[in-house]
């Protein structure tokens, strides 16, 4: 018997309707759909249960950084707020700024790895941020976001429920930086009307690519 695929298409579609999602016992999920169960609060339920169950989340969710050699002192203060968040990071750096690289580089690195499941979120650090946002949200699935402040933070997060963060090294002061990190990991998305104005976007996305 073919195994059952629960996708984020089908999360999502749980999300709207207000329901658990049905899922039997060895039912796969793929990477955006976890993500979208955490982020939507959408219960799970198996055959022969009243409470629902998360699928097999890996406990650590791993958060990919990077930047240009504009942003090299940014991303140490950014490193130093998850290892204080006890978030696993993975560093992509580079960790000189006589090592010169193109933010799209950099960018689109930690993008793919966001769009395949590998990376929970991504943080990627240029001069002004704008470049690296433009860059990743050329990826399927990437809702990259550059912020400069806690109030843009929580926006981003709660409302435009971004999984990328793009900052802008030569802009940003240390406290600001360690308070908008603090803010992409620990707030959750809000759904609600906010979930129809992120489909309208998914809509697009997939009109424009053809889908």
Not at 108 to 120: D, F, L, S
Not at 133 to 140: L, P, Q, S, V
Not at 150 to 157: D, E, F, Q, V
Not at 179 to 190: A, C, D, L, M
Request: glycine share 10%; net charge positive.
């Amino acid at each position: 018997m073919k195994r059952q695929v629960i996708t984020e298409q089908v999360v999502r579609q749980a999300a709207r309707d207000g329901r658990p999602l049905q899922a039997s016992d060895d039912a796969i999920f793929t990477p955006s759909a976890r993500e979208a169960i955490s982020d939507f609060k959408v219960q799970v339920v198996r055959p022969g249960s009243t409470s629902g169950s998360a699928p097999h989340v890996p406990a650590f969710r791993v958060v990919g950084v990077a930047t240009d050699h504009g942003g090299v002192g940014v991303k140490k203060w950014v490193c130093a707020v998850l290892e204080e968040l006890g978030v696993e990071y993975r560093d992509h750096g580079v960790n000189s700024e006589s090592e010169v690289v193109d933010y799209p580089d950099k960018a689109a690195e930690i993008a793919r790895k966001v769009q395949a499941g590998t990376y929970w979120r991504g943080i990627v650090i240029d001069g002004a941020g704008i470049g690296s946002a433009i860059a990743a949200n050329k990826f399927r699935g990437i809702r990259a976001g550059m912020v400069y402040d806690t109030l843009t933070a929580i926006n981003a997060r709660a409302h435009n429920n971004i999984n990328v963060l793009t900052l802008g090294g030569q802009y940003l002061g240390q406290r600001t930086v360690a308070e908008i990190v603090r803010i992409f990991i620990r707030t959750e998305f809000e759904g609600g009307r906010h979930l129809k104005r992120i489909e309208k976007i998914q809509k697009i996305d997939d009109e424009e690519r053809g889908a």
